[in-house]
């Protein structure tokens, strides 16, 4: 078999599996301020021939942003001269809900803080959500990364959906491959 027919064999079974988990738009590699308006543009007009709901398209592209945002700036493979981070962003719809996945590179020190803040946010009422957000614009300092700690608290209160996460450790053991998934219900 030559080298081009297994390529394209590839290409396809990657199609299909795409199609197959309504994977619309997958992505890896840097991410800038121009790639973060090119997708939500991407995504907002795929919504808008879909006639997808008015409100939820806002939901999508606000989880979008802040997602992409977080990665810009909180991946530790990133350049903080160009803001410009590294990683995956996945979208895709099911029949009840948009996914929008995103992965990057975190170190082992930084896990268990950051674990913490996402089962204290899941943990949290909407009430609870909406006083923890306030509280972090009124005193929320910023982080060595620019982050007021705003983003995840925010994608929750707007969502009403736990944060799904993983940390999957890399080659070298000190390195992880951090994996968020938010889902936006349609229904």
Avoid: C
Wanted: charged content about 30%; hydrophobic content about 35%.
């Amino acid at each position: 078999m030559s080298t081009k027919f297994n390529f394209i064999k590839t290409v396809l079974s990657l199609h299909d599996e795409m199609i197959s988990n309504g994977f619309s738009l997958v992505y890896e590699g840097e991410f800038s301020h121009d790639i973060m308006k090119m997708f939500t543009s991407m995504a907002d007009q795929n919504m808008e021939k879909a006639n997808e709901d008015r409100a939820i398209r806002r939901k999508v592209f606000h989880v979008m942003v802040e997602t992409l945002q977080n990665m810009t700036k909180h991946s530790d493979e990133h350049d903080p001269d160009d803001r410009i981070g590294n990683g995956m962003f996945i979208v895709g719809k099911t029949d009840e809900h948009w996914n929008i996945i995103t992965a990057n590179k975190i170190y082992k020190e930084r896990i268990d803080e950051l674990k913490q803040s996402i089962d204290e946010i899941n943990n949290m009422t909407k009430e609870e959500l909406k006083a923890l957000y306030k509280k972090q614009i009124r005193e929320g300092a910023l982080s060595d990364k620019g982050g007021a700690g705003l983003g995840l608290i925010d994608i929750a209160r707007k969502t009403g959906e736990r944060l799904d996460y993983q940390f999957l450790p890399l080659d070298d053991n000190e390195s992880y491959f951090f994996l968020l998934k938010v889902k936006i219900r349609t229904k």
